[in-house]
Every structure is written in structure tokens, then in C-alpha cells.
């Protein structure tokens, strides 16, 4: 059965982590937002999801994995999910569950890499809390960027160095690597400095990055570039 993700076409986002999943996996999937909208699919298609009054199970938000009838929200939730469908998590359940607590980790990473922009609100253009994400972006790579990214150094370390998760490839390797390319966007000089710090996480990067389905993906157009409009996001002031 085809799944189809639905996420806001045009920036990687929070969907990002979800794609990178169904493309190591050679899944069958369809980006909908991104489909034409005479095909009955595109924005309309992501909103007539969002706004449907019929189920008594409504998402929040994108991204949300949809496999026949069943609805899923939430990044970590779809990849909890997918894993041991696409073959990307260990199949005993005390492994399985420390993937999803790693994953859950990335996503409070991830919300305050977006913060370090958006400190004040998201409803707010970035000019609107210029000085505020200054002192907050500050705080971020001083502080909670080297604290983030030591442990997941160190949960690699204690794996044997090359996967986050048991003895081979996972969801949480992907979403690590996500997480090192955006940053490394975001933050070159920060990074720059940092990176000698995570050497296992540094070539953790290189060998996800070298898969063959990664490779072809990210040499892809389905690959959308980082920009100011997604989550990371590179703004010179905030890497100062």
C-alpha cells in the first residue's frame, strides 16, 4: 500500500525526517503537497486532511502519514511507526522504544533550532524579534547546541561508534544526519568550531550521506534545499 505524506511543499521542514525514512527504504510513497492540484492532490488536498470534520482522530499539524484509512501526526509518531515497517529499527520493543526516546531528543533539538529565529513567536516575521533571536541564538550555541549534540555523541559512542541504535542503520542515524547537514547550514561558523568536538557524529554524517539511496536522493530534485524559510535556517547575525 502507497503512503502518502503530506507536508507544506517548497521547504524540508519537519517532513524532512519523515522523507529521509522513505527514501532509504526505496518506500512507495507520494508527496502530496507537491503534486499537482488538478490531480487532486497539492495544498488543497493537505488542507481538506487538516480541516476534515469527520474523524474523531484530527492531526494537529504536518507532517502526517496517511496508509489507507489510518491517520498519523506527529514526526517522531510517523517514524515510530514506519521503522519497523521499512525495516529501519530493531524489532525488539525495549529498542524500539529507545529509538523513539532518541528521536523524541531530536525533536526538542529541532524545536529550539527553530527558537533560535522565531524566540518570541511564529506568528512573527524573523525582523520582528531580530534583537531577541540574537540573544537567544547566542544562548543556543553556546550552550544547548554543545549539550545536545554531546550526548548524542556519547549515546554513539556507547553503541560502538557506528550506528545511534543497535547494529545497524536506523530512523534515529537519518534524523541524525538531518540534523548535522541542517546545522551545518544554519550555523557554518559555529559548526566550523564545534565539529571537532563529535568526530562519531561528523562521520556518522559522511556515511549516511554516502548511501546509495542517499546519495541518489539528495543528488535528487525531490531533495528541497535549506532555506530562510524552513526550520534551519541561516541568518549571518545568529552565527556571529
Known amino acids: 500500500m502507497r503512503y502518502e505524506l503530506y507536508y507544506w511543499p517548497g521547504i524540508q521542514g519537519r517532513g524532512e525526517f519523515v522523507r ?27 488542507m481538506r486532511l487538516l480541516e476534515d470534520k469527520a474523524t474523531g482522530r484530527p492531526p494537529f499539524a504536518p507532517p502526517i502519514l496517511k496508509i489507507g484509512k489510518q491517520v498519523i501526526a506527529q514526526t517522531a509518531n510517523i517514524l515510530l511507526f514506519l521503522g519497523p515497517r521499512l525495516g529501519l529499527v530493531p524489532q525488539a520493543e525495549a ?10 531528543t531530536v525533536t526538542d533539538l529541532v524545536a529550539e533550532v527553530h527558537d533560535s529565529h522565531h524566540p518570541i513567536a511564529g506568528g ?6 531580530k534583537p531577541e533571536a540574537k540573544r537567544r541564538a ?13 550526548y548524542f555523541e556519547d549515546v554513539l559512542g556507547r553503541n560502538g561508534g557506528q550506528y545511534m541504535v543497535g547494529k545497524a542503520l536506523s530512523y534515529v542515524d537519518l534524523s541524525m544526519f538531518q540534523v548535522i547537514a541542517g546545522l551545518g547550514y544554519a550555523f557554518p561558523k559555529a559548526m566550523a568550531r564545534l565539529r571537532p568536538g563529535w568526530p562519531l557524529l561528523m562521520a556518522l ?12 536522493y539528495l543528488a535528487s530534485d525531490r ?14 547575525e545568529l552565527d556571529d
Open 20 to 46: 529521509l525514512a522513505l527514501e532509504e527504504a526505496a518506500a512507495d510513497y507520494v508527496d502530496v503537497a507537491r503534486m499537482p492540484e488538478g490531480d487532486g492532490m497539492g495544498v488543497p488536498a493537505l
Open 205 to 216: 554524517h559522511q556515511r549516511v550521506m554516502a548511501r546509495p539511496r542517499m546519495a541518489a
Open 223 to 236: 531533495r528541497l534545499p535549506f532555506s530562510t524559510e524552513g526550520v534551519f535556517r541561516h541568518y549571518p
Open 138 to 150: 547566542g544562548d543556543f550555541r553556546a550552550e544547548r547546541l554543545p549539550k545536545f549534540l554531546g
Open 124 to 129: 512573527l516575521y524573523y525582523h520582528e524579534q
Open 95 to 104: 529498542t524500539r522504544v529507545w529509538a523513539h526516546q532518541l528521536q523524541l
